[in-house]
Nanobody, 122 residues
Framework: QLQLVESGGASVQSGGSLRLSCVVS????????IGWFRQAPGKGREAVAC????????RYADSVNGRFTITRDNRKNTMYLHMNSLKPEDTAVYYCAAGTVLVLDERPYDYWGQGTQVTVSA
């Protein structure tokens, strides 16, 4: 069983930057792939980025490619989502999740955090 706790959400202006963190605890945390997802008001949950357990592979949604970077530090059991050039359409609750398949799809991810709010104003 894994526990995930996100932090770092905030209100920023368009063009700003944020770094979200996700602390993962539990046995074998370092061996799981990690995904970041987001859900805007009135919309379904959308995959943003994912990273393999050893950081060798990453994938990004087209909407964030080139602006967001996913990283992880397995020594600290902490995963990060670095967000630059933020736009109002990036406003959402952001979730991290752990799973055994590296895909931009929420279905294979078994463990989820509670989410952190990101609000981008124009």
């Amino acid at each position: 069983q894994l526990q995930l706790v996100e932090s770092g959400g905030a209100s920023v202006q368009s063009g700003g930057s944020l770094r979200l963190s996700c602390v993962v605890s539990g046995l074998g945390a370092a061996y799981f792939n990690i995904g970041w997802f987001r859900q805007a008001p009135g919309k379904g949950r959308e995959a943003v980025a994912c990273i393999s357990s050893d950081s060798s592979r990453t994938r990004y949604a087209d909407s964030v490619n080139g602006r967001f970077t996913i990283t992880r530090d397995n020594r600290k059991n902490t995963m990060y989502l670095h967000m630059n050039s933020l736009k109002p359409e990036d406003t959402a609750v952001y979730y991290c999740a752990a799973g055994t398949v590296l895909v931009l799809d929420e279905r294979p991810y078994d463990y989820w955090g509670q989410g952190t709010q990101v609000t981008v104003s124009a």
